[in-house]
């Protein structure tokens, strides 16, 4: 059975980087698939970040394209989000996933929440 587990500060400064892992346990070839990072605001709906894959290349949401980094490391199974200069408006809960694009996620991480807060 394929698990996604995010981890990360819960708290982040206004204007620092945001930084979150995702480890991928359960799957024997994760490089086979695309992975995405997906967050929601509180009273909001689900909002696509960007996602990377098989080959390595990543594909992010415009609005977000010029603050987003999403990397990987296949021998130990995660893949990371940098999102810079956040405000406020960045805080939601973040999840990584399984697939590209909300719409097509085969799995999805429990979430974590982030805030960003001084």
């Known amino acids: 059975q394929v698990q996604l587990q995010e981890s990360g500060p819960g708290l982040v400064k206004p204007s620092q980087t945001l930084s979150l892992t995702c480890t991928v346990s359960g799957d024997s070839k994760p490089s086979h698939y695309t992975w995405s990072w997906i967050r929601q605001s509180s009273g909001k709906g689900l909002e696509w970040i960007g996602y990377i894959t098989t080959s390595g290349s990543t594909i992010y949401s415009p609005s977000l394209k010029s603050r987003t980094s999403i990397s990987r490391d296949t021998s130990k199974n995660q893949f990371f989000l940098q999102l810079s200069s956040v405000t406020p408006e960045d805080t939601a809960v973040y999840y990584c996933?399984?697939?590209?694009?909300?719409?097509?996620?085969?799995?999805w991480g429990q979430g974590t929440q982030v805030t960003v807060s001084s």
């Open positions: 996933a399984r697939g590209p694009y909300t719409d097509f996620v085969q799995y």
